[in-house]
């Protein structure tokens, strides 16, 4: 059995924007409980509650939410730094719906991925990932126009992903989040 949205974590992080889930070959994630998760993955005692014994894409759609899985500790000390979005994701998904926030979803992930296929020199995949997760969709959109208009591509995709990074970077000042992965 298989999440009818693998991009989307119970927990509540976007799958479809981690690294890992655009790996190729054996390392690939397929997302929450996509095909072949359990394989890759440890049990998930999130993934039991939500998806396993309720049938819930989302723990936001629960109506235990926020529950004892949900402490201080996991909100914001967990050191896979995209789990600092998944409080506002579950809020967002519970104040304006599982549709409405799939479509924002699918608007980073369309993003990502452009950014992705055209600046990614073999080493600024998990930096452009961890930013298409926590800025701003406003801010993801504006750089994707800046990168647009300035004209700027594969031609050299060393060059060009920094510039990339640059302004992301700029971005994250801006918004005060944090683009750095933790050690």
Avoid: W
Avoid at 3 to 27: A, I, M, N, W
Avoid at 41 to 64: N, Q
């Amino acid at each position: 059995m298989m999440k009818q949205f693998p991009t989307l974590g119970c927990c509540g992080l976007d799958c479809g924007l981690c690294p890992r889930y655009y790996t190729k070959g054996e390392s690939r994630c397929s997302g929450c409980f996509g095909k072949d998760f359990a394989k890759k993955h440890p049990s998930c005692s999130i993934i039991t509650c939500c998806f396993k014994d309720k049938g819930l894409e989302v723990c936001a759609k629960c109506s235990e939410f926020t529950c004892q899985k949900y402490d201080k500790e996991t909100f914001e000390k967990d050191s896979f730094i995209s789990h600092k979005r998944i409080r506002y994701n579950h809020n967002y998904i519970r104040e304006y719906g599982l549709e409405k926030f799939l479509q924002q979803q699918k608007k980073r992930i369309e993003i990502l991925e452009e950014f992705l296929e055209k600046f990614d020199e073999g080493r600024s995949k998990s930096f452009v990932c961890l930013a298409a997760a926590l800025l701003s969709l406003e801010s993801l959109e504006k750089a994707e126009k800046e990168i647009e208009k300035a004209g700027i591509g594969v031609d050299d995709s060393r060059a060009s992903g920094e510039i990339l990074k640059d302004l992301l970077n700029n971005y994250a000042r801006e918004e005060k989040a944090e683009l750095k992965l933790r050690k």
